[in-house]
């Protein structure tokens, strides 16, 4: 039974890792213990160190590789052939050429444009969409369920949802969206969605291109849970007497909504949009899932990040995109940031 | 009995009147019928993807790939378990696919403890120790979240191969460490919060008491930090067993990958072997089901609270 033979292992493992943790603890509280035996100032200083200690550590795993990140992009591997006739690669230093690489070359410029898209158009509509359920389905029948329905693929992995939805659109007979486009009149030729860049005899030469929009689609389908769950908890607390108010004052129940109550949750549509955009920006995974990693011109800055450091051994230009999808963050980060401040201040 | 009287029981005041038009109470309430057909309309949408994945998981491979999954309500009793214990044994890359499984189980349990152990240590000194410069360095660890783990994928993975690391930590340990250091800024930020709310009387009454701060924190701060830790946890876990780039960068080998890295290689090589991606898809999404199943509340709130992590 090699089941049972690797829950042994698993077993043997999870407890080697409860020890790991327990033997962990104790260091530092017998590190504590040994610091409260030195003399002031040294002993506060010591106990503090015992508590915040292990957390920079780590976090030096963050800071320094995200500066060296910023160097490796300056870098590229050049093979060299050495005096003794033996050839190895080295860094050179290269200034911008990465991204020059990266703005220059239209296979790089759709990858930026590709991201572009996923940021506006993945935003807009999980958004949209997470407002019109929220709105509808408050105080209706079945509220929950509906929901539950809804927010169930925020659960699972981007892995997941990409085969789930490869199933959905396959060309076979069994692919759900080409079996419902064989029900349209007239002679329907079979579609290799995700497959070919040639769909509906177009070519995908534009942005984003039909295979980008279906894979969009999976992600509108995770992300609206999302913002329907967290606009829905806004909704609810809206106050009554401000909608009754407006009201008495003649308003239909959709000028009651788009002037009085959209207004009242805007700090949380603001946090969904760009918490949303934070994902869709990073997205990766998906794109190895459906997209082949990248294969008709399905590709984003994260897949690229991924597929040029990693798989095609070309570090400086991975770093470069790396340092591109930074550039991007970290503004929409400091937008969320001092939003979600605004919020708490507001009450 | 309230002094107040009930004027819908009482009919001493006239209701308000209502001045909406008739025509407008129509289209109201015929809208608010639309918006309800709507929503269950998008719910049922919302499902049939992955209900159609679910169904065909239990068919026969031979009616798998000849017909659409809709058809198994012409046979509802033309189910098997076959697709299940075959995906189990399938290999990848030379192992079975249960390997995986358990690799997930050993990548994620530590993936998500480790970090929270770590993050409450520290979230405490900030909370309620005094030392300098402590809320400028709370800031710099905050300001963190800012950076892409994106940034961080080359430079650590060099230093992992370095040799200056010890190699009895390669493996799934770098995994583990690479998602304790991803996870920090976020598990600090969001512990600081809880903990730093605790009532200061509490910590004081326990200090003149002559607790140090390690008893405090285990026999007080820990135990009352349970449903913060219990959110931040399931987060935490979710998004190790859900996450395929760190552990494709840093796992090593096939043998320390987790079962995203192999539904993605079975994508790759058996794209049309639906009988074995249906099943395998549900092994692998079985655990997040459960959780948020079971644990909702907790899943909605950590969530809601992790939601900005890099």
């Not at chain 1, 407890?15 to 035996?37: P, T």
């Not at chain 1, 029900?183 to 039909?210: A, Y």
């Not at chain 2, 809320?135 to 963190?144: A, K, N, R, Y």
Request: glycine fraction near 8%.
């Amino acid at each position: 039974m090699e089941d049972w033979g690797s829950m042994g292992k698993i077993v043997s493992s999870l407890l080697v890792v409860a020890l790991g943790i327990a033997v962990f603890v104790a260091a530092l509280a017998a590190l504590y213990w040994l610091a409260s035996r030195l003399k002031e100032p040294w002993r506060e200083r010591a106990r503090v160190a015992v508590f915040v200690g292990p957390a920079l550590l780590l976090l030096l795993g963050l800071i320094i590789p995200a500066i060296l990140n910023f160097r490796y992009g300056f870098y590229t591997k050049e093979l060299v052939t050495l005096e003794d006739g033996t050839r190895r690669t080295v860094d050179k230093f290269v200034w911008f050429e990465n991204y020059s690489e990266i703005f220059t070359n239209p296979a790089n410029v759709k990858v930026l444009t590709n991201t572009l898209w996923w940021g506006i158009i993945v935003t807009s509509v999980s958004t949209f969409i997470g407002i019109v359920i929220a709105r509808f389905a408050d105080r209706m029948r079945g509220e929950p369920i509906a929901k539950a329905l809804i927010f169930l693929p925020t659960a699972i992995s981007l892995v997941g949802a990409g085969v789930i939805w490869n199933f959905v659109y396959s060309p076979r007979d069994y692919g759900l969206l080409n079996s419902l486009y064989q029900l349209l009149p007239g002679e329907q030729q079979t579609q290799f969605f995700l497959q070919d860049s040639k769909l509906f005899g177009i070519q995908n030469e534009w942005v984003p291109g039909l295979n980008t929009l279906l894979i969009m689609v999976v992600i509108i389908w995770i992300q609206a849970g999302f913002s329907t769950v967290v606009i829905s908890a806004a909704l609810k607390g809206v106050p009554d007497d401000l909608v009754e108010a407006a009201k008495i004052d003649g308003a239909t129940d959709r000028q009651a909504f788009m002037r009085v109550v959209l207004p009242y949750i805007k700090g949380t549509i603001i946090t969904v949009m760009t918490t949303t955009v934070l994902a869709v920006l990073k997205i990766f995974d998906i794109i190895q899932t459906m997209g082949k990693g990248g294969a008709f011109g399905t590709s984003t800055i994260a897949n690229e990040m991924y597929e040029q450091a990693f798989p095609q051994n070309n570090e400086g230009l991975g770093a470069a995109w790396a340092v591109l999808l930074f550039l991007a963050v970290a503004p929409i980060v400091y937008v969320n940031a001092r939003n979600q401040r605004a919020m708490r201040e507001a009450g | 009995m309230t002094a107040t009287l009930d004027p819908t029981l009482g009919g001493i005041e006239e209701p308000p009147k209502d001045e909406t038009p008739v025509g407008t109470k129509i289209a109201e309430a015929a809208s608010g019928r639309v918006g309800r057909i709507m929503v269950w309309l998008l719910a049922a949408l919302w499902t049939v993807p992955t209900v159609g994945l679910l169904i065909s998981s239990f068919r026969p491979e031979r009616e798998i790939k000849t017909e659409g999954w809709w058809m198994w309500i012409t046979d509802p009793l033309n189910i098997t378990l076959d697709n299940y214990s075959g995906v189990l044994d399938n290999r990848v890359n030379g192992l079975p696919f249960s390997e995986f499984f358990w690799n997930s189980v050993r990548i994620a349990i530590p993936g998500a403890v480790i970090p929270i152990v770590i993050a409450a240590f520290a979230a405490y000194a900030f909370s309620w120790m005094q030392f300098k410069g402590r809320d400028w360095i709370f800031i710099g660890v905050v300001g963190m979240m800012v950076v892409p783990l994106q940034m961080c994928l080359i430079p650590l993975l060099r230093f992992f191969g370095s040799g200056f690391f010890p190699d009895a930590l390669s493996g799934v340990a770098t995994i583990w460490i690479a998602h304790a250091i991803f996870g920090m800024p976020l598990a600090i930020f969001l512990l600081k919060n809880f903990i730093g709310s605790l009532p200061r009387e509490v910590m004081e009454a326990a200090r003149v008491d002559g607790a140090s701060h390690m008893t405090i924190f285990m026999r007080i701060v820990l135990p009352l930090s349970v449903p913060a830790l219990a959110s931040l946890g399931i987060f935490q876990f979710l998004w190790v067993w859900n996450d395929l780039l760190v552990a494709k960068v840093f796992g090593g080998g096939a043998r320390n990958q987790p079962m995203t890295f192999a539904m993605v290689d079975m994508v790759g090589n058996k794209g049309n072997e639906w009988q074995l991606l249906t099943a395998g898809a549900f092994v692998m999404m079985i655990v997040p089901l459960i959780v948020f199943l079971s644990l909702q509340r907790y899943f909605v709130r950590g969530l809601l609270a992790g939601s900005v992590k890099g």
